[in-house]
């Protein structure tokens, strides 16, 4: 009965965690999108999903907590629980970062438009499709998967070097860019960083499933 | 004699994290003086203590998973142990966004310096003294120094602004130092960076304490 309990709440997280990894995503695309559309509403609406992201980190937080309280979890387990509580915390980073972009859109949506806005939508579709791709690693065990997404980091990783080139030569063209192209320079900068938390939790579903720590990229 | 080994692993766990402290906040120091003395030596030398920083997280994570699986942690110790864990891995954070420093040293120590380097050294300085004191927090079980701590975290975010409008002065009048001052204009973020994961410290602090989990700034 103890024991049924006990799967059911390991279940549960799994299903928290899988939750938290698509509300992520909707953040990011919705971040990059109300920027490109210059809409306030939007990332209005991207800066109040961050309070059900941080809500879902504090229950996956209590809910690992607990299990490892009540419970004995022992080496698959434990791992699973480690695992999933290291994911919440790099997808609480991601879901502070899509807030970051979104304050940006705020500050910016008055102001003149620098168009285009390179490859930074590009950025944003690699990093959601990375997500989704990782999430249905974690819930498949699948490594070669979450492997795989963290080899795509390379291309954002690519991305952010030409787009902070391309931005920089926009403000030696005209100064009057400046503010605005260092707005975008930082907001590439943020999905760059995004890529590195999805690299992360690609080494912890490795971790999850082996036992292994490894190094992904 | 298991519960004697048990109190051994614990104060070795605590040891252990109050060293990657030091390291770190000896990374910071010197990464942000080898930018300050265009000095690629010193750089390296920080780039090289990122090794250590991650053996000691690998070591502090094992340490963590080999005492949750081997004894059953209560209350109090579990509380240490999450902390702990979760204090690693702002800790090696911390020490990557050093080493980003020291890469930006190592790409700008051949171009012409833009000096003054504004306030930077100053926000290193400060980021140390917290992250100091914050180790001391820990060590003592005092959240009010742990709260005393977060607090100057507006401090390096006040210096963040003001350094980024200065950086951003300068590139309006002389377009040449677009590349140099954007180096900068990360340099000041990473440390505005330190600075949040040094109050993401300070809540673990509060929660090892008191399980309570707060919002410190």
Chains 1, 2 share one sequence.
Do not use: W
């Not at 860019?177 to 080494?203: C, M, P, W």
Request: hydrophobic residues 45%.
């Amino acid at each position: 009965m103890v024991r049924e309990l006990y799967h059911k709440d390991l279940h549960k997280l799994k299903e928290e965690i899988v939750s938290m990894g698509s509300l992520v995503g909707t953040a990011i695309g919705d971040s990059v999108l109300s920027l490109k559309n210059r809409d306030a509403g939007l990332a209005q609406k991207v800066i109040e999903m961050d309070h059900d992201i941080d809500a879902l980190d504090y229950s996956i937080e209590d809910n690992c907590m607990r299990l490892l309280a009540l419970q004995q979890p022992m080496a698959r387990d434990l791992r699973l629980i480690i695992s999933v509580l290291k994911m919440s915390i790099d997808l609480e980073r991601m879901g502070d970062l899509a807030l970051e972009i979104a304050v940006i859109t705020k500050i910016t949506a008055g102001s003149p438009p620098i168009k285009p806005l390179v490859d930074i939508p590009r950025m944003s579709d690699i990093c959601q499709d990375m997500l989704k791709n990782l999430m249905n690693a974690f819930e498949n065990k699948d490594i070669e998967l979450a492997k795989a997404v963290a080899k795509r980091d390379d291309e954002i990783d690519m991305l952010f070097d030409q787009v902070r080139r391309e931005l920089i030569s926009y403000m030696i063209e005209d100064p009057k860019k400046i503010t605005g192209a260092q707005h975008l320079t930082f907001v590439a900068r943020y999905l760059e960083r995004i890529g590195d938390h999805i690299t992360n939790l690609s080494e912890n579903v490795v971790f999850m499933v082996t036992g292994e720590r490894v190094e992904l990229n």
